[in-house]
């Protein structure tokens, strides 16, 4: 099948990969375009899980206020160079964390961010709820890992689903990115504030 230049663009309008990305995509799918970008999608992962390692010790600090004035939150996003911190794909990306913040509310950037003490004190209750409902005890270890995972979910950042396409979650966004971007980018810190909290 012939790949023709329009859709070679309509599939780098979609997804934002190279030229030449895009071409060998729509090559290997045989012109599939749901294909093409599942293809594309693999190897973005696979591209942004080497560049994991690099140092990113440049960035964006970003504050959003929410309108009406009562919300706000900074949020610091690192990239490898200024020149990737300048593009306006990168302080799209850091708008949209730190919009998708204050919307949600997580608790912690990653798992291993979320405090002992919370994880414990959800597992105690799921435990507890699980007990008083009569449940065997070798299924309760199953409820409470089940239950986990959706308080994960939800209040994790990356695990939570981006607000502005709840079919990805944040990690599948920022890994877009990094792979669009071609550098390590990584959610460093955030605060969140609210009036009278």
Known sequence: MEITAKTVKELRDKTGAGMMDCKNALKEANGDMEKAIEILRKKGIAKAE???????????????????????VLVEINCETD????????????????????????????RESVPKEVIEKEE????????????????????VSGKMEKFFAENVLLEQPFIKDPDKTVKDYLTEVIAKLGENINIRRFTRYRIGE
């Not at 020149?83 to 950037?109: E, G, Q, R, Y």
């Open 50 to 72: 080497k560049k994991a390692s690099r140092e990113a010790s440049d960035g964006l600090v970003e504050a959003y206020i929410h309108p009406g004035g009562k919300l706000g």
């Open 83 to 110: 020149f990737v911190a300048n593009t306006d794909d990168f302080k799209v990306f850091v708008h949209d964390i730190a919009m998708h913040i204050a919307a949600t509310n997580p608790i912690a950037i990653d």
């Open 124 to 143: 105690r209750i799921y435990r507890e709820q699980a007990q008083e409902s009569g449940k065997p005890e070798h299924i309760i270890d199953r409820i």
